[in-house]
C-alpha cells in the first residue's frame, strides 16, 4: 500500500499552516517556537485559536531547568507530554512521554522543567477570554493571561 505521507506532493511538507473554514491544518515542525514574554525559558507553538470557544490549543516548550510563574486557571486544561520531563513545584510526580493531565478551573500550580527539559501539548478551554491568573510568591494576583496573549505568538493568517 502506498504511504500518502511519503509522496513529495503532500502540501503538508512543506506548508506550515493550512485552513478551511472550521478546519485549522499545522505542520508544527514547519513552525517557528517563540519565547514567552515574561517567562525566559520558555516556548509556545500556537496551532489553533478560537475565539468563539475560548480555546486555544498549542505546543508548550522549557528549556532545562526552568519554571512558569506560579497561576491559577480560569479554563480548563488538557496536556500530553511528548518530551523532557517536568512536575508542579506543589507535588512530588514528574511527568513523562506519554502523561497527561487534566486540570479543573480553579487550580494553582507551578510547572517547572527538569534537566531534561520540557515539551508537551496543551490545550486551554474557557469559558471567557481569560485563562490564567499570575501569582506572586504571596499568591496576589500580578497579572492575566488571556487569549490575546497567545494572539501575539500566533503567526497564522486567517
Ligand atoms: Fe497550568
Not at 515542525?29 to 475565539?51: I, R, S, T, Y
Not at 531547568?65 to 514528574?94: I, K, M, N, S
Request: charged content about 25%.
Amino acid at each position: 500500500m502506498p504511504d500518502a505521507l511519503s509522496t513529495d506532493d503532500n502540501i503538508m511538507r512543506t506548508t506550515p499552516r493550512i485552513h478551511y473554514p472550521g478546519i485549522w491544518n499545522v505542520s508544527t515542525d514547519l513552525v517557528d517556537w517563540k519565547e514567552v514574554d515574561g517567562q525566559p525559558g520558555n516556548f509556545m507553538k500556537v496551532l489553533a485559536l478560537d475565539d468563539a470557544n475560548h480555546r486555544v490549543d498549542f505546543l508548550f516548550k522549557q528549556d532545562p531547568h526552568q519554571r512558569f510563574q506560579r497561576h491559577t486557571h480560569l479554563c480548563t486544561v488538557a496536556t500530553l507530554t511528548l518530551d523532557g520531563e517536568w512536575g508542579y513545584q506543589e507535588g512530588p510526580e514528574r511527568f513523562f512521554r506519554g502523561c497527561f493531565n487534566y486540570e479543573i478551573k480553579g487550580s494553582a500550580h507551578t510547572p517547572y522543567s527538569t534537566e531534561l527539559g520540557m515539551y508537551l501539548f496543551a490545550s486551554f478551554q474557557g469559558d471567557g477570554p481569560v485563562f490564567l491568573e499570575l501569582l506572586d510568591d504571596d499568591d496576589q494576583v500580578t497579572g492575566h493571561v488571556d487569549i490575546d496573549f497567545f494572539r501575539q505568538y500566533y503567526d497564522a493568517e486567517l
